[in-house]
Each structure stands twice: as C-alpha cells, then as structure tokens.
C-alpha cells in the first residue's frame, strides 16, 4: 500500500547523499518534498502540515551537529517522526479484570467489520481466551450467515438468536440493541473471557447508524470500541473517524485492507487528527493475514527499512521446533541434506505466508519491488507436487533419477522435465551450502564467511587451478589476542608484502584493494530462479 509514498521519500533522502552539511535551502527543499510526497499519499492536510513542521524544526536545530552526515539524519528525523504520527508505541487490548472483555466494532459498511471479527477472535483464541462472536448486524443481507461462516473457520462460537435481513427487498427486523445485551449474559453463563459485537453499518455516516451504535454502546458497556476503517479510502477516512468518535466515543482504531493499492493516506491521517491509537491491522481475507499495529515497524516500511521483527515472530508462530532441532542435529552430524528435508522446509517456509509479503520485509527491497511482484507464489507448490511424487529412494538419493524415473515424475506432478531437472539443479546447489555451513565454511557465496563449496584445490570455482603462481600469504608472528591490534598487524604485513598490484585482491585480478561499496539492492540477481521451475 506505501509503495508509491516509499519510493518518493527513498528518493528524495537519495538526493542528500554526498552534501557535507544541510543549508537551510537543503532543508527546505527536502520538507518541500516530503510534503509533496505525503499529499499524494492522500495524507490529510492537517496531519502534513504538523508532520512536516515538526521536522523542518528539528532539522534545523541542534540536532544535524551529530555524527550521522545530512541523508542520515533526515532519514532518522523522518522515521522518528512517523512512528510519532502512527501512535508512538503499541497498545494491548483492554482485559477487563472481572467478567468477559467486551468489544464492540464499528466502522461503514463494507470496511471489513466482520472478516475482521472472526480474525480477532481467532487471535485472542490462540492467546488462551474463549471468545464469543455477536451478531448484532441484523440489516445487511445475510451478515449474520457470513459471520457463522467465519466463526466456524476460526472455531469459534457465533451468538445469533436472530437472522436478520436475508433479501435487499427486505425491510430490518429484529433489535440489535436486545441481541447484544442478551450475548452477554450468554457470555456470562457460558464463561466466555471476551465477547466481540459485530454491529451494523451504512454507507455514509447518518443519524439513524449513529443512534444504533450508540444504544448499542449503553447496552453492553464495551471495554474497547474499535473504529474499523478502510485504508483505502483516503482522507475521507478523516471525517468519517470524527463522526464516530463523536458518536460511540471509539477506543481504538482498526486498518482493513493494508494489502490494497491504495495510497495509505488513512493510516497517517487517522491517528494524528483523531488521537486514538491504532491497534490491529487487517492485511488479507485468510485469518492468519492479522497483526497487532506496531508504529515502529510500519515507519520502516515506510522507509523501506524492512520489518524484520514482524518476520522473525510470524516465522516462530509457524516453525516446528522439534523439525528445526532434527535439521540441527542432522547439520552437526554431516549427515546428507535430501529432498525429503528440503520439502519439509519449503513447507513450513509456505506455512509463513506469501513469499512476497515475507520479501517486502527486508530492508531494502523496495528497489526490487518489480522482481518481487513478478515472483509466482504457486512455484512452491509445484515444487511440492514435484517432490512429494519421488519415491522414498529417489527422494534420499537424487542421483538416480535417470531419464525415465523424470518422465514417470513429470507426468505424476503435472509438470514437464525441463522443470524437474531445474528443481534437481536448485536442490544440488542447496545440498552443497548445507555441506558448506555444516563443515564450518560459511554460506556459499557470501563475502567473509568461507569459501565456495565448489572451490579447486586452486582457489577457482570448479576445481580449476590457476595458471600463475599464487603469492605466498605472510604469517604474522606473535599475533595479539586484541581483535583490533591482530586486524592492524595483519594489514601491516599485506603492505610489506610483494608489493604486486594483485597483493591486495580479493581474488587475484590484479587490483588493488578497495572499500566495498554500500549494499544496493537492486544489483542483486533475479529471484525467479530460485521459485521457478
């Protein structure tokens, strides 16, 4: 959703790059742009005028005398910023101390109130809580069915004594006011620990919606009020969150359809003009496609400086801990990596989620925003099928699949040769850096972790060995067991070396050393070799 306002804010701390120091004009130019940036996002224009203010202030003062060069400092002016504007901090659902924790949603129609009720219940449910789902939207066709539907994928009970509207041409019966008292004493007498109300909406703001919620609100006297609002309605998001501030005085706020592409303009307005915090952030229709709002992670991803802590806790919700452990002990003992292991990891990593929303949780990968767009999530399927159509000994031993064992594989998994023989060269390279990094070596390929498994006795891929002489490496005698002085006393020696141009090369090309160059994303190669058959 932030990919466009990403892309202006990346590029205009871009041009910062290589100034000794910020001018005034630097600093005016930059906001400038900020500005421009935000409004385009459809960020509400009283939210633009006070972000921007506050960074032209701080830019400006005492704070640009510190040790980071000027595109550093704006950049942590501006992230410190956003997370201000998002909230600040995160803040945990209200637990009521006695009796059920009651929550009522509100929100427009079709903003996502019920998809994102069953979500919450099936959150608080993996929590420990027994949650009780309400349905006191009696007017919209067939919203007490839709949410049966997703109460029973989420395993969670529905209270629905009435069914309200089931045809448009249907006038509204029933009294949402008296099925959401009387859920909570069901609550009670069933000991339910939370109860979360779906209540009705309209398309715009009216008296009659507000007078509902607010009877609504008398009657079951909510621990929390959750406002769920459309992210992708832009700065409209802004008048309909004060209507009903005013209206059902909401506790918190709920953003729906995070994974749209709209600008995002209604995740930055809602907070700083409402003040009410932002607490969960809905990102897909799957149940699992849930988060609790952090500000911090969403201004770095703003930033395209990645979330990786979202990713590390969705990564330990759905990793098998005793499979992990077996891969340890398998690593450690030097036993072989097969097909069978590499299924099993492809599986859990599937269980994560789109591989592209995991990618986009990596700094910097808003560069590679085209290469990641193109990948094709269905890949790890037919991986899958591809595998799983091996018998145990071809699994264990790829090296017999001959050309007729492929033929009956491809024809078993819907898939052709060529694409079998693509997955037996991904599997070969991934055999190789588990061999690798058992043995202590490093992961293949990367700068100052050991070497290439494939390394000849030479020192060139493939086993090749080189055609001049190899300098003769110095030993450094005595050295110190201070990091930093052993660094210096190496250095020291490479220069009192040959004295040849090839002396300080990485890999012999007869050039001399230099500092390596700042990471930039987009030299990485394609991703698609890596999902694609």
Avoid: C
Wanted: aromatic share 4%; charged share 25%; hydrophobic share 40%.
């Amino acid at each position: 959703m932030f990919a466009s306002l990403s892309d202006r804010l990346t590029a205009t701390f871009r041009n910062l790059r290589g100034k000794g120091r910020l001018t005034e004009a630097d600093i005016d130019g930059t906001v400038r742009e900020i500005r421009r940036a935000l409004l385009d996002a459809d960020v509400a224009l009283a939210a633009v005028t006070a972000f921007t203010d506050r960074i032209r202030a701080r830019a400006v003062g005492v704070e640009v005398s510190g040790a980071l060069n000027p595109g550093q400092q704006v950049v942590k002016i501006v992230h410190e910023e956003l997370i201000e504007i998002l909230g600040g901090s995160a803040r945990p659902l209200r637990i009521a101390k006695t009796g059920p924790t009651v929550i009522m949603l509100a929100g427009l129609q079709g903003a996502g109130k019920t998809t994102f009720a069953g979500k919450l219940a099936h959150h608080l449910k993996s929590q420990g809580h027994t949650p009780l789902l309400v349905a006191a939207d009696l007017q919209r066709p067939n919203a007490v069915t839709q949410l049966e539907v997703v109460g029973g994928r989420a395993g969670v009970p529905v209270f629905a004594p009435e069914r309200g509207v089931t045809r448009e041409d249907e006038k509204v019966r029933g009294n949402p006011v008296k099925v959401a008292g009387n859920a909570i004493k069901e609550a009670n007498r069933r000991q339910h620990s939370v109860v979360i109300v779906d209540t009705a909406g309209r398309l715009g703001v009216d008296q009659e919606l507000m007078k509902q919620a607010g009877d609504i609100r008398k009657a079951i006297d909510p621990d929390e009020v959750l406002f769920v609002i459309d992210s992708m309605i832009g700065q409209d998001a802004v008048a309909t969150a004060q209507a009903f501030q005013a209206g059902v005085a909401m506790t918190g706020v709920v953003l729906t359809k995070l994974d749209g592409d709209a600008r995002g303009g209604a995740a930055l307005s809602v907070r700083e003009v409402t003040g009410v915090p932002i607490l969960y952030a809905s990102t897909g229709e799957k149940l699992d496609e849930f988060e609790v709002f952090h500000p911090e992670r969403m201004a770095g991803r703003i930033l395209d400086m990645g979330d990786v802590l979202s990713l590390i806790e969705k990564a330990e919700a759905t990793f098998d801990q005793a499979e992990a452990q077996r891969m340890a002990d398998k690593m450690s003992k030097g036993e072989d990596f097969t097909l069978t292991d590499f299924l099993s990891q492809m599986q859990q990593l599937k269980n994560m989620g789109s591989m592209k929303k995991m990618l986009t949780m990596l700094p910097g990968m808003g560069q590679m925003r085209d290469q990641i767009d193109n990948l094709d999530d269905r890949e790890l399927a037919r991986t899958e099928a591809i595998i799983q159509s091996m018998t145990p000994l071809e699994r264990d031993n790829p090296k017999v699949l001959n050309g007729s064992r492929r033929s009956r594989i491809a024809a078993g998994s819907g898939t052709s040769v060529a694409q079998i023989n693509s997955l037996v060269k991904r599997f070969d390279d991934a055999q190789r850096m588990m061999k690798a990094m058992a043995g202590g070596g490093g992961m293949p390929g990367m700068p100052g972790m050991g070497g290439m498994p494939a390394m000849g006795p030479g020192g060139l891929p493939g086993g090749k060995k080189s055609k001049g002489k190899q300098a003769p490496q110095r030993k450094v005698k005595g050295k110190s067991g201070n990091p930093a002085k052993r660094a210096a006393q190496e250095r020291a020696a490479r220069e009192q070396g040959t004295g040849s141009p090839a002396s300080g090369s990485a890999f012999g090309l007869g050039q001399p050393a230099q500092e390596e160059p700042a990471f930039d994303p987009s030299q990485l190669p394609s991703l698609d070799k890596y999902l694609r058959g």
